[in-house]
């Protein structure tokens, strides 16, 4: 029993890291362009298919998908931010409203044109990222699942470095302070929103590409991600970068571990309860300062 | 508030409910009548979820929620019970409310984006526990032991005019609800501007559980309605893509308007229903894709387009 209990927590930890690189993403675009971007777990559906097409085209490196998957879906996520959202923006805000429900016509569309292209199949790519498994004692965990774990980790922290400390990470910190004295102190905030919503969706595209060669993708994969993706946000609190990636584990690790007390098919179900709870009885999050009213 | 029709809306009005009165016997198909029926459903939806957002300004991402519970309350209790079809609506609007109450009263605090993300989180919930309980949902095979109200085949023309009936009279009250009466107005008071309309003495707590309470009677109503005229009912009913669905009628029908989502629904289904013939994926990218050119283009939808060419059609409120 307590050897299931660590070996569930660990596979959970492992699937948290994904989750907390899921949610960071989707916080940097909601908290700074103040848009929920329901089609956020299209984009992990993008990259996850970038990759299978790299397989296809012959490229075995996971390393290289992943390096396409980023490009394709920045450059996704680019267009979608300069054409679909920067109409919405007035004065600097994104109707809110609005955003909300284009990016719920995105995710329609872009999930049913990964349906008419590759098909309703679960596909695999053909490389791994790591052969075998490390033994320690009783308990066995795949190497790949570990890399796609310091994989997420160096990504995040890749991301929090840059937000720290380059004088464009500031700009977009300043942005999602407050846009309009943002603007007065002479950053554009079109340009800001540009580039938050490619990073973010970048770090979902990765994510996609990093987990293809442990499972297989689907073309509804995308929704399970989005709504995990909103939990991590939600229970770490808006804004909150540590409280994303400490959402990410909490999420990973109960969800895994629910499978010991739960019929198998309802683990999906910890993400939306989760967030129902951390909504109804501390809506700024976990870690959060700001009130959840917006 | 009294309104004067004008001739030619006065003849549109007529044309609609003379075609509508004799569909059967003008339509060449019975599947031609059975999509009305269906659409007939989702003209309620519609208009359910233009009353939360397009009145009370609370958006929901988890109409399916509604739907689909009031679809299984109203087909388990019929089942159970031993009871014929015609107890399963009255079931299935006060399942859909009590949801209402339970959405609204612990997201009061919520705003925006949060409260958008809570009705997801429910109905999300609702769809992983209607897929996996198999013993009592039989899961993704679907429910289908609970009565209709008439067989469909052969029966067809009854269960037309009973769904035209209900249906008509579900978007009627609706309507009257979020334009006519004192709720309405107190609705729209609390959307353009909370702390005034508090300031004025209304109560916003329970004018925002009164709003979803409202909509999630209609909506499980609407669901009670299918389930029983279909006799299945499945997983999907609660699932995203119908929220999505209805999400995308109601703002290419003009939120704020009852009619104009009540409408678009009507005619967006029938037509995703000959798209069909194309391939389901070809629909859900046309639909996806129509909602985001209104979003960008025509936010006010059909019926904001109407009013701002001047035509004599009631004002957006």
């Known amino acids: ?294 | 508030m009294t309104q004067t029709f004008s001739a030619r809306q006065v003849a549109m009005i007529l044309a609609v409910v003379i075609v509508a009165a004799t569909l059967p016997f003008i339509a060449p198909n019975d599947f031609i009548i059975h999509t009305v029926c269906i659409a007939l459903v989702y003209a309620v939806l519609a208009a359910s979820w233009d009353l939360l957002y397009g009145f009370a300004g609370l958006i929901s991402f988890g109409h399916a929620g509604f739907f689909g519970l009031g679809a299984y309350s109203a087909a388990l209790f019929t089942t159970y019970l031993g009871l014929p079809a015609w107890f399963g609506p009255p079931v299935g609007a006060v399942a859909g409310a009590l949801l209402g109450v339970a959405i609204g009263v612990p997201t009061l605090r919520l705003r925006g984006v949060y409260q958008a993300l809570s009705t997801l989180a429910f109905s999300e919930s609702l769809h992983v526990v209607a897929t996996n309980w198999y013993s009592v949902t039989r899961g993704t095979l679907g429910f289908n032991q609970h009565p209709t109200f008439f067989r469909m085949i052969g029966e067809l023309h009854k269960s037309y005019y009973v769904m035209l009936a209900t249906c008509s009279v579900c978007v009627a009250v609706i309507w009257w609800i979020a334009r006519r009466s004192r709720m309405g107005m107190t609705f729209r008071a609390m959307r353009d501007d909370d702390i005034r309309a508090r300031a004025l003495g209304i109560n916003i707590v329970q004018q925002r559980v009164l709003v979803f309470t409202l909509s999630g009677l209609f909506a499980g109503l609407a669901g009670a309605i299918y389930a029983h005229y279909v006799g299945l009912v499945s997983p999907s009913e609660l699932g995203p893509s119908l929220t999505i669905l209805v999400i995308a009628m109601s703002t290419i029908g003009g939120v704020g308007t009852i009619i104009g989502p009540a409408v678009a629904a009507v005619v967006l289904y029938a037509l995703t229903e000959l798209l069909h013939l194309a391939g389901t994926v070809y629909n859900q990218i046309a639909i996806g894709a129509l909602l985001i050119a209104f979003v960008l283009f025509l936010p006010d939808g059909i019926a904001g387009w109407f009013v701002r060419h001047g035509r004599r059609t009631p004002a957006k409120s």
């Open chain 1, 1 to 294: 029993m307590l050897l299931d209990l660590v070996y569930f927590a660990a596979l959970g930890v492992m699937t948290g890291g994904l989750y907390g690189l899921l949610g960071l993403g989707l916080n940097l675009i909601f908290g700074v362009m103040r848009v929920i971007n329901v089609s956020h777990g299209e984009m992990l559906t993008l990259g996850a298919y970038t990759a299978i097409v790299m397989g296809l085209g012959g490229v075995t490196s996971p390393w290289a998908a992943i390096v396409a998957a980023v490009m394709v879906v920045t450059l996704i996520g680019f267009l979608i931010a300069r054409y679909l959202l920067q109409p919405l923006t007035v004065e600097s805000r994104i109707d809110e409203q609005r955003g909300m429900v284009l990016s719920l016509g995105l995710s329609l569309v872009l999930a049913n044109l990964v349906l008419a292209v590759f098909g309703p199949e679960y596909q695999r790519v053909p490389g791994k990222l790591a052969e075998g498994s490390i033994v320690l004692g009783d308990l066995i965990i795949e190497k790949q699942r570990l890399i796609i774990l310091i994989a997420s980790l160096v990504l995040a922290a890749a991301l929090m470095a840059f937000l720290r400390f380059t004088l464009t990470g500031k700009a977009i910190r300043a942005v999602g302070e407050n846009p309009e004295a943002a603007q007065a102190s002479g950053i554009s905030v079109r340009k800001i929103h540009l580039l938050t919503f490619s990073i973010g969706s970048a770090l979902a595209g990765a994510a996609g590409a990093l987990i293809t060669p442990a499972t297989y993708a689907f073309p509804a994969m995308g929704l399970n991600y989005t709504l995990y993706a909103f939990s991590v946000v939600i229970i770490g609190g808006l804004g909150s970068v540590w409280g994303a990636i400490f959402a990410g584990f909490l999420l990973g690790i109960v969800e895994s571990l629910s499978v010991i007390w739960l019929p198998s098919g309802y683990n999906t179900i910890v993400g939306p309860v989760l967030m129902l709870f951390t909504l109804i009885i501390r809506p700024q999050g976990l870690l959060g300062v700001k009130p959840g009213r917006a």
